[in-house]
């Protein structure tokens, strides 16, 4: 689950339009990691409320792909558990923006790519889908100086080259080669703030992880069960508390080395 994360981080630094295949990764190790965090926490729930017991296989199916979903199920733990704060996002802010991203990808926007071999399928291009989201995240961070400062440097570039054509863009439309410069260069300097938009998301999930173990922990030793059950999950995912400069800066979160 922390290795889904960590790796996602690293990938997503890496990304770039110009070469849409780099983006299919980072998508597929965060929806993954999304979904196993949240399961974690519904199990560690589930145990607490059942005197140990784990849900079935059958149970754990029934949550489907649905990121949002588990995420509606966590918040309402964490509501349960006094820990509900303003760092729970709700439907129309950004971050729950990007958690519905990811969830639509779970749930078949990862087969994008073989779901063009298949006659009949249809299903949107996830870049597409993201180019809007990340768009959002240029709005949120990226001061409005250094956007005019950055489409200076677009009108530059193109004068320079000569550079007056049409192209197709990250949005997937035909636009002016000016407009497509300045779109790539604005999408590449806020894949930090991409970063530190999905640890706001993680944050909350630290303390959630926190209480429940300790719950666990404290079944196992009123039944005087040695070994315990669960580990403390909240050792594998120290960078959740990340602070926002770290998260915008730091590139290679491989070398971290948490998680499993």
């Given at each position: 689950m922390?290795?889904?994360?960590l790796t996602?981080?690293?990938?997503f630094n890496?990304?770039t339009?110009?070469?849409p295949?780099?983006?299919?990764s980072s998508f597929f190790?965060?929806?993954t990691?999304?979904?196993r965090?949240?399961?974690?926490v519904?199990?560690?729930?589930h145990?607490?409320?059942n005197n ?6 059958k ?8 990121i949002t979903?588990c995420?509606a199920v ?7 558990k006094?820990?509900l ?6 439907d ?6 990007v958690l519905a991203f990811?969830?639509d990808f779970?749930q ?7 779901n ?7 299903t949107d291009?996830p870049?597409?889908?993201w ?13 409005l100086a250094k956007?005019e400062a ?9 004068d ?6 049409w192209?197709?863009g990250p949005?997937g ?12 260069e604005?999408l590449r300097r806020?894949?930090?703030h ?5 640890l706001?998301?993680l944050?909350?999930f630290?303390d ?5 173990c300790d719950?666990?922990h404290?079944?196992?030793?009123s ?7 669960v ?5 594998f995912v120290p960078?959740?508390l990340?602070d ?10 491989l ?6």
């Amino acid at each position: 689950m922390a290795n889904a994360f960590l790796t996602g981080f690293y990938l997503f630094n890496r990304t770039t339009f110009d070469r849409p295949g780099t983006f299919y990764s980072s998508f597929f190790e965060f929806s993954t990691g999304f979904e196993r965090l949240m399961k974690i926490v519904i199990i560690l729930d589930h145990k607490i409320k059942n005197n140990l017991a784990s849900p079935t296989d059958k149970q754990l199916r029934s949550l489907g792909h649905s990121i949002t979903e588990c995420y509606a199920v966590c918040r309402a733990i964490a509501a349960e558990k006094n820990l509900l704060s303003e760092e729970w996002f709700s439907d129309g802010s950004l971050e729950y923006s990007v958690l519905a991203f990811f969830s639509d990808f779970a749930q078949g926007s990862r087969y994008y790519n073989l779901n063009q071999l298949v006659q009949g399928r249809e299903t949107d291009d996830p870049l597409k889908q993201w180019y809007k989201v990340q768009m959002a995240i240029v709005d949120a961070y990226l001061p409005l100086a250094k956007r005019e400062a950055v489409m200076q440097l677009a009108r530059d570039h193109c004068d320079r080259h000569k550079l007056y054509g049409w192209e197709r863009g990250p949005s997937g439309q035909y636009e002016l080669t000016i407009d497509v410069t300045y779109q790539l260069e604005v999408l590449r300097r806020t894949r930090g703030h991409g970063v530190w938009t999905i640890l706001k998301i993680l944050n909350p999930f630290y303390d959630l992880l926190d209480q429940l173990c300790d719950e666990v922990h404290q079944i196992e030793m009123s039944k005087k069960i040695d070994m315990a059950t669960v580990p403390y999950m909240k050792e594998f995912v120290p960078f959740f508390l990340c602070d926002k400069r770290t998260a915008v800066r730091r590139k290679d979160w491989l070398s971290l080395g948490f998680g499993v």
